[in-house]
C-alpha cells in the first residue's frame, strides 16, 4: 500500500480543479497506484502524481497518458484540457515524452517544421479528429494549404502517437523525372523504425509485410505528402487502430477504396481577412477594401497570401491600395507572388505540366470566356474538367456539383499559356 496522497492545493484555482477531476477519474479506476499507471503510460510515476497535485495544469501528453491509465476518455479529456488552457500545448522539455524505446531505439519524429501563424480550417481540424480507423486523403486545389493542414493535424496527434511519426514527400523534385517510389519511401520508414539492414534485403512483399506488422503493433503517425498517385501509396496503406495514416495529394485518388476523405477548399473570406490583418506591419496603410481585394487577387490560397504577405513585410511603408492597383494596371500579381524558392507560378506550372493537352486546351478556353464561372460543362468536357479538379486547377463554386470556377491567378496563369501557346504555333498555310 502506498504512502496516502497529499490533498489537492485548492490555492491552484483551475488547475485545482482539473486535478480533482483527474483524481475521480483514478477513483473510478480502481485507485491504480502511479508506478502502475507509469507502466503504460510513459511517464515517470512523480509526473503523474504530480498531475493531480493542482499545483498547474498538467501538459497535454501527461493528461492524456493519466487518463489512458485509468481507462477513461481521451478525446473527452482532450477537450476538457482545451477548454482550461486555451489551446497551449508547448511542453516544458522535462515532460515530453521519451524519445528512446526502453531497447535503446530512438523513436522517429519526422515531421517537417510545425506551420505557424495557422488560420481557420477548424471544421476540417473537427472532421480530421473524429475517431476512424482509415487512411485519410487530403485534397484540394494547388496552393490551398493541404499540407499545412495536415501538419497542424499532425502535431495536434504527436503525443498520441507514443512511437513517433513518420514523414515522406512523394513528389518529384526539380531534378527528378519521377516521384520516388513507394519501396524506396519503404525502406526509408522501416530503418527510421529500426530494423537492421540485412532484413531489407527480401522481396517487395516481404518489406511491405513487415512495414504493415511494425504499424499494428505501434502507434505511429504516418504522413505522406505530395502523393502522385495511387500506385505510389497503395502497398503503405495498413488497416490498423493503433496507428494513423494521412496522404496529402491534389488529386483524389478516387481509385483507393475503404479511406476517408477531406476535399480541401480555399479560406473562407473571413479567415482570408484575419490572416492579412494578423500578419500585416503595422505601418503598411491598408483599408477594409484593399485587405478584401488583396484575398479576392490570391483566390484566398493560403499559399498565394502567404507570399504575398511577406512580400508585403520586406517594405513595411506600403499603401496596399497603390500596390494592387498597379497588379490590375499591369497584370502583374503572379510575377511578384514569389520570393525565395516559393513561386505561385511555378506552382501551378507543375500542376499545368500533368495535364493532357485536351485537358489544357480546355482551360485555357475557361480562361477565355466572360465571368468567373463556366457554367456547366458538356458531357464529354466532365472528363476533363475531372482531370482539371485534380491537378488542383479548378473548383466547384457554390452550388455545387456545378458551375466550375478558376480562381484569379489560375486564370491569369492559363492566360499566359494559352498565349506562349499561340505565339509558337506555326502558322497554317493560307491563313
Not at 138 to 143: A, E, F, Y
Not at 238 to 257: I, Y
Not at 365 to 381: F, K
Request: glycine letters at 8%; proline letters at 8%; one cysteine or more.
Amino acid at each position: 500500500m502506498g504512502r496516502p496522497e497529499k490533498p489537492v492545493n485548492n490555492a491552484g484555482g483551475l488547475a485545482a480543479q482539473f486535478a480533482a477531476n483527474l483524481r475521480q477519474l483514478r477513483a473510478q479506476a480502481g485507485n491504480p497506484t502511479y508506478r502502475e499507471m507509469a507502466r503504460s503510460a510513459r511517464f515517470s510515476s512523480s509526473v503523474l502524481s504530480s498531475a493531480a497535485s493542482g499545483n498547474r495544469i498538467p501538459s497535454l501528453p501527461v493528461t492524456l497518458a493519466f487518463v489512458a491509465a485509468c481507462r477513461g476518455d481521451k478525446e473527452e479529456w482532450r477537450q476538457r484540457w482545451l477548454a482550461v488552457t486555451g489551446g497551449y500545448t508547448r511542453l516544458p522539455t522535462r515532460e515530453r515524452t521519451p524519445n528512446r524505446r526502453s531497447d535503446g531505439q530512438q523513436y522517429p519524429a519526422q515531421l517537417p517544421q510545425r506551420p505557424r501563424g495557422f488560420i481557420g480550417r477548424q471544421r476540417e481540424l473537427a472532421w480530421l479528429r473524429t475517431p476512424g480507423d482509415t487512411p485519410v486523403i487530403i485534397s484540394g486545389p494547388t496552393g490551398a494549404g493541404k499540407t499545412d493542414l495536415a501538419l497542424y493535424y499532425a502535431y495536434g496527434q504527436a503525443a498520441e502517437m507514443t512511437d513517433g511519426q513518420l514523414y515522406a514527400d512523394l513528389g518529384a523534385s526539380h531534378d527528378e523525372e519521377e516521384p520516388p517510389s513507394p519501396y524506396d519511401i519503404l525502406d526509408g520508414f522501416l530503418r527510421a523504425l529500426g530494423v537492421p539492414g540485412d532484413q531489407l534485403s527480401g522481396t517487395p512483399g516481404y518489406r511491405v509485410g513487415l512495414y504493415r506488422t511494425l504499424l499494428a503493433e505501434r502507434r505511429l503517425l504516418v504522413v505522406l505528402d505530395n502523393v502522385w498517385d495511387e500506385r505510389q501509396v497503395r502497398p503503405l496503406l495498413v488497416e490498423t487502430d493503433a496507428s494513423k495514416t494521412v496522404l496529402v495529394s491534389r488529386k483524389r485518388l478516387l481509385g483507393l477504396r475503404d479511406v476517408r476523405r477531406l476535399h480541401v477548399k480555399p479560406l473562407t473570406r473571413a479567415d482570408s481577412v484575419t490572416m492579412i490583418t494578423t500578419a500585416l506591419p503595422p505601418s503598411v496603410v491598408a483599408e477594409p477594401d484593399d485587405v478584401d481585394r488583396l484575398a479576392d487577387v490570391c483566390g484566398d490560397l493560403p499559399l498565394a497570401l502567404d507570399i504575398a504577405l511577406r512580400r508585403i513585410a520586406l517594405r513595411p511603408q506600403m499603401v496596399l491600395r497603390q500596390l494592387l492597383d498597379g497588379w490590375q494596371q499591369n497584370g502583374s500579381a503572379l510575377s511578384w507572388l514569389c520570393i525565395g524558392d516559393l513561386s505561385m507560378r511555378e506552382t501551378l506550372r507543375s500542376a499545368y505540366l500533368t495535364l493532357s493537352q485536351p485537358a489544357r486546351m480546355l482551360l485555357h478556353w475557361l480562361a477565355r470566356i466572360t465571368g468567373s464561372d463556366a457554367g456547366p460543362l458538356r458531357s464529354d468536357e466532365d472528363e476533363l474538367a475531372d482531370e482539371l479538379i485534380d491537378a488542383g486547377l479548378l473548383v466547384h463554386a457554390p452550388p455545387e456539383p456545378a458551375p466550375q470556377r478558376l480562381s484569379p491567378l489560375v486564370r491569369a496563369f492559363a492566360l499566359e499559356m494559352a498565349g506562349a501557346m499561340a505565339r509558337d504555333m506555326p502558322l497554317v498555310a493560307g491563313s
